[in-house]
């Protein structure tokens, strides 16, 4: 007994060591979003006009669990809307809450009880809608079961007590635990600032190199930015092509005085997301000063409701990932800094 023991808990060892595999799925009307910690998120999407049902899962055997459905868009709160909680159909039927396990306001109805989510998710899963008496936006729950499904497989809860779908006799303690959250070290984060000679000489190295470059952006609308990334290296981005509202930066790590050498930095992520490639293009770059962390921001649309965001910092070598977040639906519901993340560190 004593044995079997030791195994189960030297496996759950290896697997919290081991990094979660990102993924991003969607199941007709859910998209599910699981990050490096096998943290989980899951909404519905597609033609909600503004009512989302959102549910987030952490890994391991504490039941960590949030369940929410707001009412709103990014350019519309719906405050003159009436409230939601009074008015929730499913498939035509009125869908009362819990009493006292619901955080309720006009628009948004939220609990992280996890007896409340378990009840309310066995209420629905098997139902086509979530609708609002008097209004046309909707839930579909189209999905929903597979969506609920792929949560319990990716945080390996399938046979477990705790799983959303597929239960079983296996205890909760069997269930593996987060991995251990990696770390970025930044190795200066206090260098000497730049000095206006510093930034004159490397201003004019930049446009130097803006000069010999192949970029395709009118040269009247290119930029030059320099920044101390440690006591004898700057960061210098350079804007090379420009769509509608989408840039696209090149940069170089430059030493910070004469003679100049440099490298160009070219980000790849430690894993592959949905489009195939690890390679990156820095989109809308820019430089955390406060946090000494390049940041890129592609947009799916000019509203900004879609697209991936990243953040990378400098340890002393190279840029290493520190946060990756991806919305590929582009509905007008979340913004670039509220986007699920596939990728985070400490």
Known sequence: MHYRILMLLLGLFLVSAAQAAPAQKRFDDWQVTCNNQ??????????????????TRSAGAHVDVSLRIDLGTLDNAADKAPPVADRMLLDGEPLPLSAGKWQITPHHLRTDDPATVNDFLARIQEAQAIALRGGDSVISLVGLKAALLFVDAQQKRVGNETAWIKKGNQP?????PAPALKAVTITNPTPTPLSAEERSALLDYGSWRMNNSQCSLDP??????????????????????????NTVDLAWLVSRHKPFASRQIRLRLPFTPASGSPDMELMNASFDEKNKELITLAKGRGIGD?????????????????????????????????????????
């Open 38 to 55: 096998n943290f989980c998120v899951a909404r519905n999407v597609g033609d909600h006009k503004g009512l989302v049902m959102s549910l």
């Open 172 to 176: 909760p303690l069997s269930v593996p």
């Open 220 to 245: 009247e609308r290119r930029t030059v930015r320099v920044s101390a990334l440690s006591d004898d290296k700057a960061l210098m981005l350079i804007s090379c092509e420009a769509g509608a509202y």
């Open 306 to 346: 879609c697209g991936y965001a990243t953040r990378w910092r400098f340890d002393g070598q190279r840029f290493r990932l520190v946060r990756y977040a991806e919305e590929p639906t582009c509905d007008n519901w979340l913004s670039p800094d509220a986007w699920p993340t596939l990728w985070v560190t400490k």
